[in-house]
């Protein structure tokens, strides 16, 4: 057993390395595909990811991707498209989220218990879905090859509706993000605004799960926008600086899987990584040199 393992190792470690032909794989339709979604994700992610970062809710970012889970086993199930699943899921955990933890003290546990539950669910499903087992791997660590016309066309859409929505509420989300309470006494509407901002990380989250899965959703959603936050503090720059990253780190990492036959998440995560640690260390250097220096 221990000798097949080992040899299923060094099978999987041989076929890593450098391909001579990478130039014909990134000029292939479905590289072109992986692209498009990749950049689509990216200019969303950005924006979505400052509000997420600023107002605290990176664990409510994590569970919606963990929530979608069960929604993707369920399409596989039934034969539905996984994209559907996803959204009906992530869309229905984030009301509820927003519903039920209107106050942050209480969103945390709103949270978890609405995790646990979307988690036993996938558990139950996955385990039904034995047919479609590629296509609930693919859900967790993210498949960005595989990405149809179809699905090109609904991320397009849910990538439009995120930003005309959120170049609408950024103002008053804003406001109600970074002084919650000044922005209640001054009559906005705070729970709505959480609620809206929550449908929109659900529609996010189902178009970079495609991406990462559900397993790595932070390198796209949450890691750029820490980055971005590192080394400038004015929203419009962060938003700005959090889609770059984000786009670097797809772009990059196509290009690195496509040159080392690599699995797409681990560069897109990598690159994303690497920026938010260099960011981070950059702002704390700047924190320490003295004023004259």
Not at 9 to 30: H, K, N, R
Not at 116 to 125: D, E, H, K, R
């Amino acid at each position: 057993m221990a000798g097949r393992v080992l040899a299923s190792g060094a099978s999987v470690l041989a076929d890593i390395g450098y391909q001579p032909e990478w130039t014909t794989v990134m000029g292939s339709s479905f590289m072109r595909h992986a692209l498009i979604a990749g950049t689509l994700v990216a200019l969303v992610a950005g924006p979505i990811g400052y509000f997420v970062v600023v107002r605290r809710d990176s664990f409510a970012a994590h569970a919606l991707a963990h929530i979608g889970f069960p929604g993707a086993t369920a399409a596989v199930l039934v034969g539905a498209p996984v994209t559907a699943g996803l959204a009906v899921f992530c869309t229905a955990g984030g009301l509820a989220i927003g519903l039920l933890g209107r106050r942050t003290v209480d969103r945390e546990t709103a949270t978890g218990t609405i995790l646990a539950l979307s988690t036993a669910l996938g558990i139950l499903f996955a385990s039904m879905a034995s047919e479609g087992a590629a296509a609930v791997t693919d859900v967790l660590f993210g498949n960005l090859l595989a990405v149809t016309t179809s699905q090109l066309w609904t991320f397009s859409i849910m990538a439009a509706v995120v930003l005309v929505v959120l170049a609408v509420i950024a103002r008053p989300l804003l406001f109600a993000s970074i002084a919650p309470d000044v922005a209640a006494a001054k009559g906005v509407a705070t729970g709505a605004l959480g609620l809206v901002l929550m449908v929109l990380l659900a529609l996010v989250t189902t178009m970079a799960v495609q991406v990462v899965g559900t397993l790595l959703l932070f390198a796209l959603v949450v890691t750029p926008a820490a980055a971005a936050l590192a080394v400038t503090a004015r929203p419009a720059a962060a938003a700005g600086v959090s889609s770059a990253v984000a786009l670097v780190s797809v772009w990059g990492g196509l290009v690195l899987s496509a040159v080392f036959n690599l699995p797409p998440s681990f560069p897109i995560v990598a690159i994303a990584f690497v920026v938010w640690a260099l960011a981070t260390a950059w702002s704390r250097t700047g924190a320490r040199r003295p004023t004259g220096a």
